[in-house]
């Protein structure tokens, strides 16, 4: 699992934006503990399949799907989006964002195949 704080746009991990309007309450949102510092709140995935982070929600303790921002990008693994950034990173390409990942990632499937 991994801790981040809810930004406008959701949450991101590993350069890839995750959004759903569950989200809504909770961007912003300010420690209970501490008010000039932010909440943080629990992700988990599945390295198989990086698309959705599940989110445990505060409010009630469970889990809840969270998307890509951008649902038209491909699910990858988390094996997948490590060799697009190595890939990225030998072209001497250093700002890795998630649009630049989804276009080396169809490369990487077709040298695996």
């Known amino acids: 699992f991994v801790g981040r704080t809810c930004q406008r746009y959701g949450f991101q991990v590993d350069h890839i934006s995750y959004y759903d309007p569950v989200l809504d309450p909770y961007i912003n949102a300010v420690s209970v503990d501490d008010k000039s510092t932010k909440q943080s709140f629990i992700l988990r995935r599945d390295p198989r399949d990086i698309s959705v982070l599940y989110f445990l929600d ?3 303790n469970r889990y809840s799907a969270i998307p890509y921002r951008n649902m038209g990008h491909p699910a990858v693994s988390l094996w997948e989006l490590r060799a697009a950034e190595k890939a990225l990173r030998e072209e001497g ?3 890795v ?3 630049r990942i989804v276009d080396v990632h169809p490369e990487l ?3 695996a195949g």
């Open 109 to 111: 499937t077709h040298l």
């Open 93 to 95: 390409i250093d700002a």
């Open 97 to 99: 964002d998630e649009d």
């Open 58 to 60: 505060p409010a009630d």
